[in-house]
């Protein structure tokens, strides 16, 4: 359902493949700025899947709260969602009282440890 890694402006990310806790998120968007994009499969129930790609942005200010900021499909777009949310593994999107939930996945940028 989703990739093992994304391409990012030439630059390799891996999918975080194991659940982390509120806390684990936290310190992972907290400490990787800029380098942690997750990924949205809009698809379910459909043949092929529909990702959509974001830059996660998060800060001390933003308490329990996290901006998706789009990449991919409606670029420029941000949706703010809370770490508890994600923690279980989705996203929630809320339209006309219908109430839509998509797994999704966080990638990190792949560490290249070159030999000297």
Do not use: C, W
């Not at 949310?85 to 939930?101: P, T």
């Amino acid at each position: 359902m989703f990739p093992t890694k994304i391409l990012i402006r030439n630059k390799t990310y891996q999918i975080i493949d194991n659940p982390l806790t509120k806390n684990e998120l936290k310190a992972l968007f907290k400490n990787n700025p800029y380098e942690v994009y997750a990924v949205v499969n809009e698809g379910l129930g459909r043949e092929e899947p529909m990702l959509t790609t974001f830059l996660v942005l998060h800060s001390d200010d933003f308490e329990n709260n996290v901006i998706l900021y789009d990449i991919s499909r409606q670029i420029n777009t941000t949706i703010t969602t809370e770490l508890s949310f994600l923690e279980k593994g989705y996203i929630e999107f809320i339209d006309v009282g219908m109430v839509d939930r998509y797994p999704i996945k966080f990638y990190k940028k792949e560490e290249n440890y070159e030999s000297i």
